[in-house]
């Protein structure tokens, strides 16, 4: 079976409720298991702190309507490891969406540590009161390393992804690391987690776009960068990013996350043939994807139709980065309240 087609059958079998274990291998499933519960004692206990919450007010002076933006997910998303809120992947996200909008942006951070797909519904109806204009979502290692079958994680995100649209709001996942590359998961792991994770990633992006929303690939958590330097973008249990880490990690999202909000920078609306990019099937698209980290899918149409024979047509896009934006401290919502009562007073005076 070829690598489209198997995750096109993953996510067919999430859809349909399958349990996914023939398209993965008993075997494989078994061996897995076994070596999740040595690489978790290796890794250890998560015994720091948690992350700063990033919830709230980012742009002070910038003007209004806000943009508000809920982040879920894992520590991925979390910013587990980090001591200071400037350093945490939605400090860095708001920050660099606001320069970038040159809009106010408010943050509600909704991610916990040690979160798995079916963690995402309880967070949701946490988020959706809150009216947000766009979700951003990492999740998929912690199912890897609970050896969660991924037709169970692939219909958790489907059905959280279909109540956010359903709902008004943009959604973009981050789908599922490489985890062939992270260090604690020794051989033979190492060798079936990296097909496990990038299955995996390939059967969120047919589920997620399926569903109205967009993907980006993280891949080998980011690029090659994380294997020539894992003591730099790596923290100091060769599990979670670093600071460093999280900048890469947000570097790649937020092109995404301005795309969904429509704000695509003038001259980048269509795919571009030289840098790669075009329109695909699904499938096809899935796992070029997955081969290729910061690799954008949303769905398209051609003559009118959303689908070929081989499925949804999607565009496949490699978003030009931005310059990195400084992460700074949310403001409180007493701070908030001055500078917009200080922006009223400016505008009728």
């Known amino acids: 079976m070829g690598k489209a087609a198997a995750a096109r ?34 890794i250890g206990t998560l015994r720091e702190l948690p992350p700063p919450d990033a919830t709230g007010w980012y742009g002070r002076g910038r003007p209004g309507p806000a943009i508000k933006i809920a982040l879920l997910g894992d520590s991925s998303a979390a910013g587990y490891g980090v001591g200071r809120v400037e350093e945490t ?32 519904g309880s967070q949701i109806d946490r988020a959706l009161p809150t009216g947000p204009d766009v979700a951003v979502i990492l999740i998929g290692a912690n199912d ?22 359903e709902a008004g709001v943009g959604v973009v ?30 059967a969120q992006t047919i589920a997620v776009v399926e569903e109205g929303g967009r993907t980006v690939s993280l891949g080998s958590i980011l690029g090659p960068e994380f294997a020539a330097a894992p003591a730099i973008l790596f923290g100091p249990d060769q599990f979670h990013p670093s600071a460093d880490g999280y900048r890469r990690l947000v570097t790649v999202l937020l092109p995404s996350a301005l795309a969904a909000l429509g704000l695509v920078p003038e001259g980048e609306e269509q795919p571009e043939a ?30 009118g139709a959303r689908r070929g024979v081989r499925g949804l047509w999607v565009e496949l896009r490699h978003r030009r980065s931005h ?9 409180s919502e007493s701070e908030n309240s001055e500078a917009a009562a200080s922006s009223e007073a400016a505008a009728t005076s």
């Open 89 to 120: 992947p939605g400090a860095l996200l708001a920050s660099g969406l606001a320069v970038r909008a040159d809009r106010r942006v408010h943050l509600r951070e909704l991610a916990v540590v040690g979160a798995q797909s079916s963690d995402l």
């Open 9 to 42: 059958k993953l996510a067919s079998a999430a859809a349909f409720g399958g349990g996914g274990l023939s398209v993965l291998g008993a075997g494989l499933y078994g061996v897995l298991t076994l070596e999740a519960r040595m690489a978790r004692r290796t």
């Open 144 to 165: 890897v390393t609970h050896t969660v079958l991924p037709s169970h994680s692939v219909r958790q995100l489907s059905e959280g992804v279909r109540r956010l649209r």
């Open 173 to 202: 996942v981050g789908t599922c690391p490489d985890l062939g590359t992270v260090k604690p998961i020794a051989p033979p792991l190492k060798q079936v987690a990296r097909a496990w994770s990038r299955r995996l990633a390939a």
């Open 274 to 303: 030289f840098r790669g990019e075009g329109v695909l099937p699904i499938a096809t698209a899935a796992v070029q994807a997955v081969n290729r980290p910061g690799t954008e899918l949303d769905g398209t149409e051609i003559a």
């Open 323 to 331: 310059p990195e934006t400084p992460g700074e401290a949310p403001e």
